[in-house]
């Protein structure tokens, strides 16, 4: 089989599994017990309204018409209108999602690079003493509850040492002087706001590529290959750069799952440092029985896994050409 035809079918599948979540998604909450227009009001409607939303949902006609216009409306980028905002759900979404992305991407990447260099650090030591204890600090990180981790910074560096600020993306008199919502992605208040969330990720996310680095350095550097490397005279450094290419591929197969639990995982995160982004939006929409915002952020972090598992799929051969495409 040919790359060509191997990455065409790769994203043909691709683009099924996003069908069929999406599919999944509409047939969830609309065969849900009870009436989905009640769901959708929130409770306390009037028979009158009642009627109005089922009229404007469409939820008077037959389901395979609902599902219709239900995927042609997310192939035309219309997700719905917020029951909260009486806006766009995406209009509603993208501030919260930029403020979380913002904070969840550089933090996961952070997290692998540092922890996969501490793992291959690890694994080229195993046996010793630096090995089984070198583990541990990662290991508690990151079995501890994230927000626990939140709250201990918060403790030390703010009400404690005072340097840091306790909550927020920034301070009211920063949000009074930009004029539109990316400037203050600009500014130093935003930052050092961002100082104690980061940390949070990283510390909390750092243990998963550390552990699994370490364990395939172990399993890698036991091949011919590093020892006629070694033998041939090979610098340290240029061995470790071999050794850690050559057990990358666990990791990175990692990375998609571990940045959508890390976005699934925002609620509490974002709840200890009052982050406003999508997971107190998340919380805040099921509160308030927000389906169609609901409904749009569970495609959006299922479309992330299906998407990032492809990429990882397709930068295989790339990272290790050794893999090779077979039928």
Same mark, same amino acid.
């Given at each position: 089989?040919?790359?060509?035809?191997?990455?065409?079918?790769?994203?043909?599948?691709?683009?099924?599994?996003?069908? !069929?979540?999406?599919?999944?998604?509409?047939?969830?909450?609309?065969?849900?017990?009870?009436?989905?227009?009640?769901?959708?009001?929130?409770?306390?409607?009037?028979?009158?309204?009642?009627?109005?939303?089922?009229? %404007?949902?469409?939820?008077?006609?037959?389901?395979?018409?609902?599902?219709?216009?239900?995927?042609?409306?997310?192939?035309?980028?219309?997700?719905?209108?917020?029951? *909260?905002?009486?806006?766009?759900?995406?209009?509603?979404?993208?501030? +919260?999602?930029?403020? %979380?992305?913002? #904070?969840?991407?550089?933090? =996961?990447?952070?997290?692998?690079?540092? !922890?996969?260099?501490?793992?291959?650090?690890?694994?080229?030591?195993?046996?010793?003493?630096?090995?089984?204890? !070198?583990?541990? +600090?990662?290991?508690?990180?990151?079995?501890?509850?994230?927000?626990?981790?939140?709250?201990? #910074?918060?403790?030390?560096?703010?009400?404690?040492? @005072?340097? #840091?600020?306790?909550?927020?993306?920034?301070?009211?008199?920063?949000?009074?002087?930009?004029?539109?919502?990316?400037?203050?992605?600009?500014?130093?208040?935003?930052?050092?706001?961002? *100082?104690?969330?980061?940390?949070?990720?990283?510390?909390?996310?750092?243990?998963?590529?550390?552990?699994?680095?370490?364990?395939?350095?172990?399993?890698?550097? @036991?091949?011919?290959?590093?020892?006629?490397?070694?033998?041939? @005279?090979?610098?340290?450094?240029?061995?470790?750069?071999?050794?850690?290419?050559?057990?990358?591929? +666990? *990791?990175?197969?990692?990375?998609?799952?571990?940045?959508?639990?890390?976005?699934?995982?925002?609620?509490? =995160?974002?709840?200890?440092?009052?982050?406003?982004?999508? @997971?107190?939006? #998340?919380?805040?929409?099921?509160?308030?029985?927000?389906?169609?915002?609901?409904?749009?952020?569970?495609?959006?972090?299922?479309?992330?896994?299906?998407?990032?598992?492809?990429? *990882?799929?397709?930068?295989?051969?790339? =990272?290790?050409?050794?893999?090779?495409?077979?039928?």
């Amino acid at each position: 089989m040919s790359k060509l035809h191997y990455y065409l079918r790769r994203i043909v599948v691709t683009i099924f599994l996003i069908f !069929g979540v999406a599919s999944f998604l509409f047939l969830a909450f609309r065969l849900m017990p009870g009436d989905y227009a009640t769901v959708l009001a929130g409770g306390g409607a009037s028979a009158a309204e009642l009627e109005e939303i089922r009229e %404007s949902w469409g939820l008077n006609q037959p389901l395979y018409v609902q599902y219709y216009e239900y995927m042609t409306n997310l192939v035309t980028g219309d997700f719905g209108t917020s029951h *909260v905002s009486s806006e766009p759900v995406w209009n509603y979404v993208k501030n +919260p999602l930029m403020n %979380s992305l913002i #904070l969840v991407m550089p933090a =996961i990447l952070v997290a692998f690079v540092v !922890g996969s260099v501490y793992g291959g650090l690890l694994g080229t030591r195993s046996g010793t003493a630096l090995e089984r204890y !070198g583990i541990l +600090p990662p290991t508690v990180a990151g079995t501890t509850p994230n927000f626990f981790v939140g709250i201990l #910074l918060l403790l030390v560096f703010s009400s404690t040492l @005072g340097w #840091l600020p306790v909550s927020g993306m920034a301070t009211s008199e920063t949000y009074a002087a930009i004029e539109s919502h990316y400037e203050i992605y600009l500014t130093g208040d935003f930052w050092k706001h961002y *100082v104690l969330p980061f940390a949070t990720i990283v510390l909390t996310f750092l243990y998963y590529p550390a552990l699994v680095m370490r364990g395939s350095v172990i399993d890698v550097k @036991g091949q011919e290959y590093t020892y006629f490397q070694r033998i041939a @005279g090979l610098p340290s450094k240029t061995r470790f750069k071999h050794l850690m290419k050559h057990s990358s591929l +666990p *990791v990175i197969t990692l990375l998609p799952a571990q940045t959508a639990t890390a976005i699934s995982g925002l609620v509490l =995160i974002e709840t200890v440092f009052n982050w406003p982004g999508i @997971g107190t939006l #998340l919380f805040e929409s099921v509160l308030a029985r927000d389906t169609p915002t609901i409904q749009f952020l569970f495609i959006l972090v299922a479309v992330w896994i299906i998407v990032g598992n492809f990429l *990882v799929d397709i930068f295989y051969t790339v =990272i290790d050409p050794r893999i090779t495409i077979e039928d």
